[in-house]
């Protein structure tokens, strides 16, 4: 028995062995294998030491329990060196057992290291002991310790099998299955032990290289417990500068509420990572938006609880989705809100009923015509004077808002109608001294209503308001349109001399050939204005191209032609001045359809364009132009009777020359 305890004693000791430090980093078993060999070599020689011994050179000891766990365990290259060991040093020690000797070492070290290729890596993956199979292993083995045995010498074989059954068959087996089990449970325990240092070393690299920012918070205090390098080039910071400071010390104070809500949450919610949008202010000052995914957790042997926290820079999204809602909430050339944003506050306002309230809408006169005269620049300089001008104007708190082209909206807080009219009155004042190419003061017309909640909601009233402004520009709009017209003319004339005068003679054998005609002083009178405002449209053309000195290539000259439909266009917005309209359109079409811009032919082009159209070129002939030369009266005359029926009206023709100029037709030739 002493034998048998002493061999125990032995296997405990390799448990031990595989314990202690060659066999901690289970995952470098291969670098080791022949110290681990030797061991289990020596190991097997001090069991042969104190064997069971059986008769004259047979002995019992535990190498087969030794090897075959040696084999599950270690495999092939340990588990051969040991074998061998044992194997020489039972050919040292000799006797009648030694074919036994080897059969049971041969056998033992086989089975052992077959299962290992089979199944150690199965075993190892699950994590979990497999007893019947290390048991069942156990049985095999000993079954072939036990019929080794039959190599003895017949004569002391049977005495031999009747002392080893009990021990093969009970004690090996079960030895068998605790040394497994003891030296896989140590290997499981490693391979827990190596994965967890695995993972800490894995975590640890990825939070200190990390491309996002990562930090720990202590959830009881809030205060920064570690940061990554991310994190900190986010912020600017020293990690000496962060860590033990809490985040509410970097939070942008526009953010501070609803950070202390998302921490609170958190707390109460530890299973929901939580995600939001904070800005932090970097150690320069500057603010920078940071999109945060925060979560907890802990672990056993912590009795608090900490965050994890993740950021990735989101500054540019942020500064983009921002321009959006500016762009999408604000007039680009005023800088004002637009309309989108008014209805919505209108919106949002009707639910303060308490707030005594006056609306105003005010409207820009003339825009369109100061567009078509001095080109949407102008306009839109205007526009952008005028909303300055309302801003400077307006309270503090007054809403303002440009709704239309040419239209803004007012909200003023605190105001009845009269004190809302008087402020409009001051600000019309300022607008009229507004400077528009030298020659047109604007104006603006507004409309305005006060809101009785208990009588009507605030749409009520901005409807109210809009009606008073419709009828206050019935008055004063075309006034003011016509004065435009007048002064667009007037500063075309002052901008150019030679127009002027050109304008005047066209009037003036406009009126003679309309008489001429027998159309009536009234009709006379007409085309007289036609006359004058005939090349209203070249206020938009420019200056260089009106006084080139050659002929115009073909850019000017499209550029010139647009004069007949920017006149049109001015006209048709005078109410008074629209049935002119027309006439100014078509002044240099031809009779042949040759002419612009309409291509029309014949009786189809106006009456009054076709009388325009003959005084406009006779006094371009006769009169000094820059790229021409001056013809005379008969010249001149005789150009129109070459060309009538082509270019111009052949009956009008005829009258003009013979009744306007005086020149008889006959003997131009």
């Known amino acids: 028995m ?42 097997g020689i001090l069991m042969m ?61 086989i089975i052992g290291i077959v299962w290992n290729k089979k199944r150690y890596d199965k075993v190892m993956e699950k994590g979990t002991h497999v007893g019947l199979e290390y048991y069942a292993i156990g049985i095999v083995t000993h079954i072939g310790l036990f019929l080794s045995f039959m190599l003895t010498p017949a004569e002391v074989r049977w005495t031999i099998l009747s002392q080893i059954a009990l021990p093969v068959f009970v004690f090996f087996p079960a030895g068998t299955y605790l040394l497994a089990r003891l030296l896989f449970n140590q290997a499981h325990h490693l391979a827990s032990l190596s994965d967890i240092e695995t993972s800490e070393r894995l975590f640890k690299a990825m939070f200190e290289e990390a491309p996002i920012g990562m930090s720990f918070t202590d959830m009881e205090s809030q205060r920064i417990t570690n940061i990554n390098a991310a994190y900190l080039e986010m912020l600017g910071y020293t ?78 999204r942020k500064n983009y989705e921002q321009r959006i809602l500016a762009a999408s909430e604000h007039d680009a050339l005023t800088g004002l809100y637009n309309r989108v944003h008014f209805e919505n506050f209108i919106q949002d306002l009707e639910g303060e009923q308490e707030i005594a309230l006056s609306v105003a809408f005010i409207d820009v006169n003339g825009l369109k015509i100061l567009n078509e005269a001095f080109g949407r620049d102008e306009g839109n300089r205007l526009l952008k004077r005028i909303a300055e001008i309302l801003v400077r104007h307006l309270p503090e708190g007054d809403y303002l808002s440009r709704v239309g082209g040419d239209e803004y909206a007012a909200l003023l807080f605190g105001k009845d109608v009269g004190e809302a009219e008087e402020l409009l009155s001051a600000v019309a004042k300022e607008i009229s001294v507004i400077d528009i190419m030298g020659s047109v003061a604007p104006s603006i017309s507004w409309g305005l209503a006060s809101v009785d909640w208990n009588e009507h909601s605030l749409n009520d009233a901005i409807k109210e308001a809009e009606l008073d402004l419709a009828s206050r520009k019935m008055v004063d709009s075309p006034n003011m349109r016509g004065k435009a017209v007048y002064a667009i003319i007037n500063t075309l004339y002052e901008k150019n001399r ?32 036609v006359g004058l405002l005939h090349d209203i449209g070249k206020i938009a053309i420019d200056e260089v191209i009106l006084n080139k000195g050659e002929d115009l290539n073909d850019e000017e000259w499209r550029q010139m032609k647009r004069h007949c439909e920017i006149g049109f266009r001015l006209l048709s917005s005078v109410e008074e001045m629209a049935e002119f309209a ?18 029309i032919s014949g009786e189809d082009i106006p009456l009054a364009s076709r009388i325009i159209t003959i005084a406009d070129a006779f006094d371009a002939m006769t009169g000094p132009r820059p790229y021409r030369k001056v013809r005379s009266a008969e010249e001149a005359a005789k150009e129109i009777k070459d060309n009538s029926g082509t270019q111009f009206d052949p009956t009008l023709a005829k009258v003009f020359v013979s009744q306007v100029i005086g020149l008889d037709w006959q003997s131009l030739g």
């Open 239 to 316: 990690k000496e500068e962060m860590v033990g400071h809490t985040w509410e010390e970097f939070t942008h104070p526009g953010d501070l509420v609803a950070s202390a809500q998302a921490t609170e949450q958190i707390y109460n919610d530890e299973s929901v990572p939580l995600n939001l949008d904070k800005r932090l202010i970097r150690k320069d000052g500057s603010v920078v938006w940071l999109n945060l995914s925060v979560s907890i957790f802990t672990t056993e042997d912590m009795d608090h609880l900490e965050s994890l926290g993740m950021a990735l820079d989101v500054t540019e």
């Open 498 to 529: 030679r127009e002027e005068l050109h304008s005047r003679r066209v009037a003036e054998f406009s009126e003679k050939l309309a008489l001429a005609l027998n159309m009536g002083e009234k009709a006379a009178n007409e085309l007289h204005l």
């Open 49 to 109: 030491l104190h064997p069971l011994r059986l008769e004259n050179g047979v002995i019992l000891d535990s190498r087969t329990i030794l090897l075959v766990v040696s084999g599950m365990v270690f495999g092939l290259v340990p588990t051969t060196i040991g074998a061998v060991m044992i194997l020489l040093g039972r050919l040292y020690m000799g006797g009648s057992g030694l074919v036994t000797a080897f059969a049971s070492v041969t056998m033992s070290s």
């Open 2 to 43: 002493y034998n048998i305890l002493y061999n125990i004693a032995l296997l405990l000791s390799l448990s031990i062995f595989f314990a202690t430090y060659p066999f901690k980093k289970l995952r470098r078993l291969s670098s080791q294998r022949v110290l681990v060999g030797l061991t289990i070599g020596l190991i």
């Open 582 to 599: 027309p006439a100014i359109l078509h002044h240099h079409e031809r009779w042949d359809g040759g002419g612009y811009p309409s291509r």
